[in-house]
């Protein structure tokens, strides 16, 4: 298993994530990407977007919102490359990134249905930071950044 490679998200990124959405589980959990998306993760000062890599082959994308001392994520993984590993890899790795170094803790918000995105947070070295769902009826993970 090779080390998966980070790429700020462009347009190639971006055409091919798109394609991922004609997926229904990815279309339920997530909004389809859109330009005015696009525009806001490239072009935002701390927000960052980046597609992960194995070899040549997508694997997933994450996107980060710097938020104080903590980065919000929303994250995919390629359809065709789930149940894998490649998500909790992928999470894992993004911790280790220059700009999610200087972050105290990373935070996700997951739909109480979408098992599979708690399943891999919790193997991400995530936890749930409260039993009760949030104000928009979501889960809250979270998990330290950590050095080195």
Not at 5 to 25: G, H, K, L, Y
Not at 43 to 57: F, G, I, L, S
Request: charged share 25%; hydrophobic share 45%.
């Amino acid at each position: 298993m090779t080390l998966l490679r980070f790429q700020s998200f462009d347009q190639t990124a971006f055409e091919t994530v798109t394609t991922w959405f004609e997926d229904d589980m990815l279309r339920d959990a997530l909004s389809l990407p859109t330009r005015q998306w696009f525009d806001y993760v490239t072009t935002t000062p701390q927000v960052w977007a980046w597609m992960a890599y194995e070899e040549d082959a997508p694997i997933g994308f994450v996107q980060l919102d710097e938020s104080g001392d903590e980065g919000h994520i929303a994250f995919a993984v390629n359809p065709v490359l789930r149940q894998a590993g490649n998500g909790t890899r992928m999470l894992n790795a993004v911790a280790r990134l220059p700009e999610v170094s200087k972050l105290s803790r990373l935070v996700a918000y997951v739909e109480p249905w979408n098992v599979a995105s708690q399943r891999c947070l919790l193997k991400a070295g995530f936890t749930r930071r409260s039993e009760s769902l949030d104000e928009d009826g979501m889960m809250v993970f979270e998990r330290a950044v950590s050095v080195g």
